[in-house]
């Protein structure tokens, strides 16, 4: 183990050396993978907060079930009850008829004149309950459910809505998605090529060890490990961006896009995920490129 640690200490070291020693020519791939990775992590920014948009929006949507007003605080019991054995509901609250009352009068003075004078016998409003579901594809269903049971009038959620709701948030997820990995696979590309043309230039280094018996391993190894550290400094201007940047934004919109319905990722812990994301990708990729030029231009 220590052996493995030593070994690892001393690739890395020698990486550095070698990123120095070589420059100009490192800083043409550390250019790329930093461009490459701006894009990328922008990318995972914006579709982690469109998808998490969406949940939000999804969790919402509120199922309001009236109840029959013939029903007694009994029944009122019963049906909480029964509401709450529904496997798919998250939350049930009860909203009695007084209590919409008094929010609608507190809402309008329209309301308030002519409501004030209606006793409980003569109130038109209906006791409800307001449901919250733990999985929105499956509210028809819990809908159905709900419909079962005793004294219930009416259940109210919009439909039509929100079937072209989870329509459209299907389509913006895979969509994001599918963006997100497209880019990340042609940046892949364009840096494992750029570091390619790097280590094919020194292909008489490669060429000297070869001679004095240097293992494969020998000779990918140093170079694999220079991969990643071009990697990792090729990911340090993208986390810069994705710390500072959105956490700037974030303020400068006060946690909000155009209204407050749409409310961004909060930048803590979000923007140090990301961080990790990039310099992950950044890392493997850059040994990628760095093995395959050795092993398939070099013919190691």
Do not use: H
């Not at 006791?127 to 819990?142: A, G, H």
Request: negative net charge; hydrophobic residues 50%.
């Amino acid at each position: 183990m220590m052996k493995l640690i030593r070994m690892l200490s001393r690739g890395i070291r020698d990486a550095f050396k070698s990123v120095f020693r070589n420059f100009s020519l490192s800083i043409a791939s550390v250019s790329c993978i930093s461009i490459t990775l701006v894009i990328v992590a922008i990318a995972i920014v914006a579709s982690w907060n469109v998808n998490s948009i969406t949940d939000s929006i999804k969790k919402d949507v509120t199922i309001v079930v009236f109840i029959d007003n013939q029903a007694t605080d009994l029944d009122l019991e019963k049906i909480d009850e029964e509401l709450r054995e529904i496997k798919n509901i998250e939350s049930v609250v009860l909203k009695t008829k007084e209590q919409e009352k008094k929010e609608m009068m507190e809402e309008s003075e329209i309301f308030e004149s002519i409501m004030g004078d209606w006793d409980e016998d003569e109130s038109p409003l209906k006791d409800s309950f307001l449901i919250k579901v733990t999985n929105l594809e499956e509210i028809k269903d819990t809908v159905t459910k709900i419909k079962k049971i005793d004294k219930v009038s009416v259940v109210n959620y919009g439909e039509s809505m929100v079937e072209k709701l989870l329509s459209a948030f299907n389509v913006i997820e895979k969509v994001t998605v599918a963006v997100v990995i497209a880019l990340v696979i042609v940046n892949i590309f364009l840096i494992i090529n750029t570091i390619k043309l790097t280590i094919f230039s020194r292909k008489r280094e490669i060429s000297i060890m070869r001679l004095v018996g240097a293992s494969n391993f020998s000779i990918k190894y140093p170079f694999v490990v220079e991969g990643m550290v071009i990697g990792m400094i090729g990911s340090i201007i993208p986390i810069l961006l994705v710390v500072y940047g959105y956490t700037y934004l974030y303020s400068y919109f006060d946690g909000e896009l155009f209204s407050s319905l749409i409310k961004l990722v909060e930048p803590q812990p979000f923007v140090y995920y990301v961080s990790l994301i990039v310099l992950g990708i950044g890392m493997v990729v850059g040994m990628i490129g760095s093995s395959s030029a050795v092993r398939k231009y070099l013919k190691v």
